[in-house]
């Protein structure tokens, strides 16, 4: 019997029931003969009520702190956890990210792994042992400061664990059953999609869909590991991301579905988590543009959409927006304030109060009149673009914050992807 590896998530440990309920599930794994190693998520909101703690404390934290405090928010979890394991008769040996092996890099708040050495935790596993890790925090090799990875962040833990320890799948457990065609806490007809490739889950995830993380998925399907996408709250089978969602194994045989075309749209995602500079005035000339995005790349701020508007003619001058996490701005502004006389741009204008829109799916490659009856939905939902992008596999706009839900119903009812009957069923957590 192989390893399974399993994730919890916060709304999963909302409370000391919560965390005896999960601990009676990962026994049952251990029951059934596996070797079980979970990554755990602080308890319901605790990581948002240390942000709040903090900034009660100081309105810009250092970010060397800010990763000692809220990696503390794991640390409560894995080890109430593994109590109420060892109350079920079962012994189990929680670690620190640090002490699990794994190795990032050294920016604060969004760290890579670079690297997991699980010496310790295979040591447990030999000794018998469940093992519970403390998801989203790691240790930096060059500067071997505490790390976090990004908010939901545990999910990477998990497929990083899972791809160490040559598991057979990364389970992750949450507060719905699996990935929907949206979030069921906006769209309550939304559908549960049984198998989704790891390239539209990447698009998803990097649209906001945060039922997983993108980094997550990143590793997913660089090992080929399939992630299993589940409620704690219920036994039902949930979605796996895997790289053909026609060949998956343990998935039993093509059904008839399965030698029909794949659905031409996978889901639609939201984001409110970012916000849209503008550059105003940037003279149009060569290099301007490198020497803005060399000043945001230098401060580790990664960007999203941008737009150059044409220079008017009159004045040899262009505005040029782009999107960034909101987490970022402050950061983004006083990198760019610095070469404003570098530069000779006018001024900068900042906008919190946007949302993203994306719509996702492989099969609009070959689809043509997907935008216009994205748009059509849009305007007859009364919603204004701000800003267009697209890829491949999908078309993103940017509008008002209070349009989103609108304007998220209105796509995932124009794309036909409304279930007839209800099946989305949110367990737990705040939604924040
Ligand atoms: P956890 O605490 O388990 O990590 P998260 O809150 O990070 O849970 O992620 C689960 C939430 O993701 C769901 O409760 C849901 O509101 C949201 N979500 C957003 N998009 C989707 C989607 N397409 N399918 C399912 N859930 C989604
Ligand atoms: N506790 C962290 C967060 O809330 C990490 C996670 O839940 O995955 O973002
Ligand atoms: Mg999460």
Known sequence: MGIVVQKYGGSSLADADAIKRVARRIVEV?????????????????????YDLANGVSPLPPAREMDMLLTAGERISMALVAMAISDLGYTARSFTGSQAGVITD???????????????????????HI???????????????????????????????????????????????????ADPRIVPSARKLDKVSYEEMLELAACGAKILHLRCVEYGRRYGIPIHVRSSF?????TWVVNDPRAHPSLSGP???DTMEQPIIAGVAHDRSEAKIT?????????????????????????????????????????????????DGQVAMTALARIQAEVGYDKLLYDDKIGKVSLIGAGMRSHPGITSKFFAALASAGVNIGMISTSEIRISVVVDENAVDDAVRATHTAFDLDADEVEAVVYGGTGR
């Open 30 to 50: 251990k029951k059934s003969g596996h070797d079980v190693v979970v990554a755990v998520s602080a308890m319901g909101d605790t990581t948002d009520d240390l």
């Open 106 to 128: 050294s920016v604060h708040g969004k760290a890579k792994i670079i690297d997991i050495t699980p010496g310790r935790i295979t040591q447990a596993i030999g000794e018998g």
């Open 131 to 181: 093992v519970i890790v403390a998801g989203f925090q790691g240790v930096s090799a060059d500067t071997k400061e505490i790390t976090t990875l990004g908010r939901g962040g545990t999910d990477t833990t998990a497929v990083a664990l899972a791809a160490a320890l040559e598991a057979d799948v990364c389970e992750i457990y949450t507060d719905v059953d699996g990935v929907f065609t």
């Open 234 to 238: 219920s036994q039902l089978e949930g």
């Open 255 to 257: 059904t008839e579905e």
């Open 279 to 327: 550059v105003v005035g940037v003279p149009d000339k060569v290099g301007e543009a490198a020497r803005i995005f060399e000043a945001l790349a230098d401060a580790q701020i990664n960007l999203d959409m941008i737009v150059q508007n044409v220079s008017a003619a009159a004045t040899s001058l262009t505005d040029i927006s782009f999107t960034l996490p909101r987490t």
